[in-house]
């Protein structure tokens, strides 16, 4: 008995009413793979308001100083990490719960990196911002830099973030904590020149980002900053470094992977 | 709430408009985080361009977000687009069935899809797409940190969903 093959015919006009979201999806998966293999998302200062390409570059390295301001770790580690910190900002906050003490364990307490802490107090989240910047630098001024970090780390715990501040009270029971003299502690806290410190640092940020526009220009056309904003350079005896723009909390893996490949230059 | 309810059952009856949906959804949640905060990928995609490395950037980005507002306001994002993917699928459904381009969802699914970019949050103080906007401080300054936009969002693309429902049982489509 032969066997007669069955003839399979398709019939695209069963098919037509899928077209048109057959159309948008493999519309959608081109514009993916476009964006993917042509260098993934580059928005290289296309913004109408600053057609100049030239302004932006969020690899340009920018010299940042790390002023006399509070270090982690030693003082002579081949790289210096600088943060420019709002202690009411909450994802400063995430950064110092989460990513802090993976890059402290790995880099700071092996004598890869220093960490330096400069002050960038929003206004939306003052008075508190401002007040736990200064509360930090008194503290800095009785114990030095170690009570300035255990101090930073007081202040993360008990702010609630978003301008909430700490609880009344609180700046002098943190002090209390790391036995310094709460007397001196709170006169420090009205002090102009320690106030001029915190603004100081508000000041040369603001400066830094008109001065060298490049790495922060690439987004919204005009330089942009948030906290919390980090500085990362091979250290330098001038105390300036040449440093790279990291913007945001970013997770571990981005430090690691930018601390590890200047270590391996 | 039925001509909703009718929309959503003629869309899971159809796999590719669904899918379709899914896919849109999919694209607006990481637009509207990545457009809140260029300045915290583009750092990210300047150290790294990897799929595995990328995620965990996207992934620690939602944390973050969870962290300083609440894990509600994350998943309301995830609702918006949900319903903004739902929408624009049902709509391309109506135009391919109906040849009729114009309806009255259009509006509010446009004003609820944009609402959920505003709604969501970035990793930096300061920098967020709202902060563009003219308000200092950004979601900061909301009571509920962005949710209540969200919410208003989620509630404007519920109607546009009646409204599609509407038309596609008038043209007897349902």
Known sequence: MAFKKPKFKFDWRKYQSLYLPASILLGGLVIALAIIFTGGLNFSGNSTNNPDLSTCDPDAEVPVSVDNDAVLGDPNAPLTLIEFVDYECPFCKSFFEETLPQIKSQYIDTGKLKLVMRDFPLDFHDPAATDSAIAANCAREQGGDSTYFSYHDEIFTRTGANGQGLPSGGYEAAAKKLGLNTTSFNSCLKKDEIKSEVTADLDYLSQLIQDYPLPFSCDYGSPTIGTPAFFLGKSDSSGTIQARFISGAQPFASFSQLIDSLLSE | ?174
């Open chain 2, 1 to 174: 709430m039925n001509k909703i309810l009718l929309a959503l059952k003629l869309l899971v009856k159809n796999p590719l408009y669904l899918l379709l949906a899914l896919v849109i959804a999919l694209l607006l949640f990481l637009v509207y985080f990545v457009v809140n905060d260029l300045s915290y990928y583009r750092s990210a995609l300047s150290i790294s361009r990897g799929a595995w490395f990328l995620w965990k950037i996207f992934s620690h980005h939602l944390w973050l977000v969870s962290q300083a507002t609440s894990s509600a306001n994350v998943a309301a994002v995830g609702l918006v687009a949900l319903l903004g993917g739902v929408n624009l699928s049902l709509t391309v459904l109506r135009v391919a069935r109906t040849k009729v381009f114009i309806g009255r969802a259009g509006f509010p699914a446009l004003a609820g899809i944009l609402g959920g970019a505003v709604g969501a949050s970035c990793a930096a103080c300061s920098t967020a797409l709202i902060s563009l906007l003219g308000v200092s401080g950004g979601l900061a300054l909301f009571p509920f940190k962005g949710l209540e936009i969200s919410l208003l969002a989620i509630g404007l693309l519920l109607s546009a969903l009646y409204f599609i429902g509407k038309s596609l049982v008038e043209f007897g489509q349902i």
